[in-house]
């Protein structure tokens, strides 16, 4: 059996992702509330001391689940029946999904390839979501020329306002948090569009980070020409599931806010291709199978 979570164990949140990553990797493809009953019962948590905590836990693990399946629809992985927890089919047909439930449950370490991988799917909703244009911006840069004022220049050059580079003393600047930029364009390619700049944070201290992307002032800083358009939607991306009661405090920091489910519907089909993100999945899963 997969071992509990370490971090915050009794969370509904992450006894969810536990069961979802329990059924990923079955045998059979499955999982269910005996299964997180046992798993409760043999680490006999503090706060969960009877029979009625474990049900009252599991309760609020099941509630978890459906809000999810509610909110990835056609994107989520799972059927949820009967206190079971089942694949609609093999799990690499969910790989949006998926992804960034294990992305969020183990996180990463040493290289800076997952949150790359994360941002190409956050590029890849974000561009859904507008039905426009989107490109990442964040550093290391593949899309986008490496070099800061380059990067910049480009932008301007894309969107259509801006100009270039605003040249000024090095700053020493990667990103400036900025990691994407999607739009939405006119057939004219004129100026007075929908903007979006967005953050990514693939780690566990993305709560750190919700009000550090400020659109207006990286557009001051760093371009040479004012702002014709709205001032660019300000929006944060996260393979995490947030908290129902911190929700609105979430929002209204962060601005327009793709957590897991959402980010799943959007950048489930269509353009992305996702091999690298499966063959990712696959090297967790033999490493937590090894342990």
Known sequence: MLELPTNDPTNPIKLADWLEISSVMSPDCDSSRGDLESALRIASFDGILDSEDVERKILDVFNELEQRENAAAHAYPFDIESG??????????????????????????????????????????????LNGNAVSFG????????????????????????GKYLDQPPLGRKDDTLDLVA????????????????????????????????????????????????????????????????????????????????????????????????KWVQQKIVQQKAN
């Open 84 to 129: 079971m927890l089942r694949q609609k089919s093999t799990w690499m047909d969910y790989p949006a999904y998926v992804f960034c439930l294990f992305l969020s449950y183990y996180g990463f370490s040493g290289t800076r390839e997952a949150p790359k991988l994360f941002e190409s799917i956050s590029c890849h909703a974000a561009k859904k979501y």
């Open 183 to 278: 739009w939405v364009d006119f057939i004219d390619k004129l100026p007075s569009k929908i903007l979006m700049f967005g953050q990514c944070a693939a780690g566990d201290n993305w709560g750190d980070k919700l009000a550090e992307l400020q659109p207006s002032v990286f557009w001051d800083q760093w371009m040479a020409e004012s702002l014709v358009s709205p001032a660019p939607i300000r929006s944060f991306f996260i393979p995490h599931r947030i908290e129902t009661d911190k929700w609105d405090l979430v929002c209204r920091k962060a601005g327009i806010v793709f957590e897991r489910c959402r980010l799943a519907y959007w950048a489930h089909e269509g353009g992305l291709n996702y091999s690298q993100h499966i």
């Open 139 to 162: 550093f290391p840069r593949t899309e986008l020329p490496s070099s800061f004022s380059d990067a910049v220049t480009k932008i301007c050059e894309l969107i259509g306002e801006g």
